[in-house]
């Protein structure tokens, strides 16, 4: 089955904690993004990243960290720093479809605060 | 700068009873255009999208929508809605140059009832 897996599906974060968050996929994409979604304020743009070993900080990237060593794996760390963790977070990746990108989205990582 | 504006956060039908969920954009170049589904705690699903050609464009489940250039609008209709098809929709624009990231509105919930 082709698609984007994100895990866990819930994730609970204590005080001062570093947590991270997985995101793979096996559609051969090239570009992957990080979304954070909060009640109201539709998805708000994380990180992204166009190819391996290089990405971009988006909106809203302080307090998050990424890494992309591998075009299938798009891991984002939450820091300490960030001090409103509590949200839905989704990963997309997408593939160019008449010179557009498609994005195409998990099935997202529930984060809470201890 | 581009915006997606989804005026209705909510929008209540019965069931069998037609549907428009509206949407419009502002930008100062040409856009892309896109409808997310979302049903609860799961990710993003890609319903339909403009990138060129015909205006009407027919998505999933029975959905369509219409691009209208001189209005900056992109409301999504279907004629006559399911149980299943309450959710949150997402309209999301995309601009034709540079990077393509995708701007997302606000959300609008979708409450079918019997």
């Known amino acids: 089955d082709g698609g984007i897996t994100q895990s866990p599906k819930y994730l609970f974060r204590k005080e001062g904690q570093n947590v991270t968050l997985s995101c793979e996929q096996n559609?051969?994409?090239?570009?992957m993004y990080w979304y954070r979604q909060d009640p109201g304020q539709g998805l708000r743009l994380i990180y992204y990243?166009?190819?391996?070993?290089?990405?971009q900080k988006g909106d809203i990237a302080e307090g998050y960290s990424v890494s992309r060593e591998k075009k299938e794996s798009f891991p984002l760390t939450v820091t300490s720093a960030q001090k409103n963790p509590t949200a839905f977070y989704l990963c997309?990746?997408?593939?160019?479809?008449?010179?557009?990108?498609?994005?195409?989205f998990g099935a997202g990582t529930r984060l809470s605060v201890l | 700068a581009q915006s997606v504006t989804q005026l209705d956060s909510q929008v209540p039908v019965f069931e069998e009873a037609p549907v428009e969920l509206r949407c419009n954009y502002s930008?100062?170049?040409?856009?892309?255009l896109f409808w997310y589904v979302q049903y609860p705690n799961q990710g993003l699903q890609l319903l339909l999208k403009y990138l060129s050609g015909s205006t009407l464009v027919k998505g999933i489940n029975g959905f369509e929508a219409e691009f209208n250039k001189s209005q900056t609008s992109f409301h999504l209709r279907k004629p006559s809605v399911h149980i299943s098809d309450t959710a949150e929709y997402f309209c999301a624009v995309i601009l034709n140059t540079g990077f393509q990231k995708l701007v997302f509105g606000t959300g609008t919930r979708l409450l079918v009832s019997p």
């Open positions: 997309a990746s997408s593939i160019e479809n008449s010179g557009r990108n498609i994005q195409y």
């Open positions: 559609l051969n994409h090239d570009a």
């Open positions: 930008s100062s170049v040409s856009v892309y």
């Open positions: 990243s166009q190819i391996v070993n290089d990405f």
